[in-house]
């Protein structure tokens, strides 16, 4: 007996540990993704998606963060699952406690942030591993140093008559580039096609995503704003019970500090899903 419920807290634990890790993900995500509507041309929020895409401390701390997320709901789901098999018949007397009330619903609203997550990373992380096909950019001076290569080695004759001409009509292209190819500060070449990064950065560039225009395109769509504004609402209701949980998992459940967990718990329930529902409010709403 005191074994299982030695499993029980580990795993309870286990779960609260990886909560708090997502829970420190959430702002500095929100935080990031609040630069879209920035009004730069979006150079922040690129500047910041590349840094995250390219940084090898940010790589090391998003594999960490997809083991989190998947260990998160891989113990939700079992603690769940023993939850329910230790009390198969439901209670008749319904609990009048507002965290029991709340902690029913956990394993819901997660279920609604699971199924946001996989529509989220086919919506924008699967094009940053190259599954899903997006939107790209490119620094001029990166596609510029890349042509510049190419064209010494046409000069000591290193390149055959098909690559040659591949050249000549990539230059062509670049001179003739279509109204929207440039950003604000003509610094990048944005909202490229895997086509039009091949027709004018060449065949072996390696453009990054343009999350930027891929958020602002895919936000002006009523469908998926409410489908994520939706979830938000879900998030908010899973945060406010996760940090309260959390706190107690942790032993902090003492008369002292239960009001300011149960401010901070609000607070942070509020403002974080408010902060991220700003940004489809602002696109769709407000024409950002
Ligand atoms: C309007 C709100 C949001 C926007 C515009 C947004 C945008 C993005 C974009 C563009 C990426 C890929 C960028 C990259 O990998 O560097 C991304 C990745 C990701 N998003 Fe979001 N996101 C939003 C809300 C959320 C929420 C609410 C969650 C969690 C519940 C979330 C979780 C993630 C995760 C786990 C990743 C993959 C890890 C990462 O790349 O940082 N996102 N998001």
Redesign the pocket.
């Known amino acids: 007996m005191k074994l299982v419920q030695f499993a029980s807290i580990t795993k309870k634990m286990a779960l609260a540990a990886v909560g708090l890790f997502l829970l420190v993900?959430?702002p500095v995500?929100m935080g990031i993704?609040l630069c879209?509507l920035r009004e730069d041309g979006g150079e922040w929020y690129r500047n910041a998606?590349h840094f995250?895409?390219t940084n090898y401390i940010v790589k090391i701390f998003?594999m960490v963060?997809m083991a989190t997320?998947l260990l998160h709901i891989g113990v939700a789901i079992v603690l769940t699952i023993e939850n329910w098999m230790a009390r198969p018949v439901r209670y008749k007397v319904v609990s009048k406690s507002k965290t029991h009330f709340m902690s029913r619903y956990m394993i819901w609203t997660g279920g609604i942030?699971g199924c946001?997550?996989i529509l989220?990373?086919i919506n924008?992380?699967f094009v940053?591993l190259d599954i899903v096909e997006g939107k790209y950019t490119a620094e001029i001076e990166e596609v510029d140093s890349f042509f510049q290569q190419k064209a010494k080695k046409m000069q000591s004759g290193e390149l055959g008559e098909k690559e040659q001409a591949v050249l000549v009509a990539q230059y062509q292209a670049l001179s003739q580039l279509p109204e929207g190819k440039l950003d604000k500060s003509g610094k990048s070449l944005v909202n490229l096609s895997k086509e039009e990064v091949k027709k004018y950065c060449g065949e072996d560039f390696e453009a990054e995503p343009d999350?930027y225009t891929?958020?602002k395109e895919f936000?002006k769509n009523k469908y998926y704003s409410l489908i994520?504004l939706l979830?938000?609402v879900a998030?908010a209701f899973h945060l406010m019970h996760a940090i309260n949980s959390l706190a107690q998992t942790f032993g902090l459940n003492h008369s002292k500090y239960n009001k300011v967990i149960e401010n901070f718990a609000i607070g942070f329930a509020i403002i974080v899903?408010l902060g991220?529902?700003l940004?489809?409010i602002a696109i769709l709403f407000l024409g950002f």
């Open positions: 993900f959430l995500h993704n879209i998606c995250m895409g998003e963060l997320i942030i946001f997550l989220h990373f924008f992380y940053k999350f891929m958020c936000f994520y979830c938000f998030l899903p991220f529902a940004i489809p």
